[in-house]
C-alpha cells in the first residue's frame, strides 16, 4: 500500500510541474517594435512573430519599407532567428539571439563581416 501511495504522488508531482512548465510557456506572437544599435546610429524595425510552439516565424519591415522574413525557434525566455536580407554587398544573414523578459526584449545581433550590434524590443 505504501508504495502505491508513493508512486500515485511521484505522478501527481510529475504531472504539475508538467502542466506548470505549458502553462508558464512565454509567447512572443503577434508585433513588436525593435531598435538596433547600427554602425550608423538607433535603426528602428517593425516585426512581427507566428509562434507555433517552440518554433517562430518572423517577417521584419525596415524603416525605408524593405520586409525580410526568417525563422527561429524559442526555448523558455530564450530567443533566436535568422533572415536573409540583400545589400548593395550581396545577400547577407543576420542571426538574432535575446532574452524575453514580459513585453520586452533584449540581445544581439550579428551581422557576419560586419560584426555584432545590440537590439532592444517592445511589444506592440
Do not use: H
Amino acid at each position: 500500500m505504501r508504495k502505491t501511495g508513493l508512486l500515485s504522488l511521484i505522478f501527481f508531482l510529475w504531472a504539475f510541474g508538467t502542466a506548470l512548465a505549458v502553462a508558464q510557456e512565454t509567447d512572443i506572437s503577434g508585433g513588436w517594435q525593435l531598435t538596433i544599435q547600427s554602425p550608423r546610429g538607433p535603426m528602428t524595425i517593425d516585426a512581427r512573430f507566428v509562434q507555433e510552439g517552440t518554433k517562430l516565424t518572423v517577417t521584419m519591415t525596415g524603416p525605408r519599407g524593405g520586409e525580410s522574413t526568417g525563422e527561429g525557434t524559442i526555448q523558455g525566455q530564450a530567443v533566436q532567428w535568422s533572415i536573409k536580407r540583400s545589400t548593395g554587398g550581396g545577400e547577407r544573414t543576420i542571426v538574432y539571439k535575446g532574452t524575453v523578459e514580459g513585453q520586452t526584449m533584449s540581445g544581439t545581433a550579428d551581422l557576419g563581416e560586419m560584426g555584432t550590434v545590440g537590439w532592444t524590443a517592445t511589444k506592440k
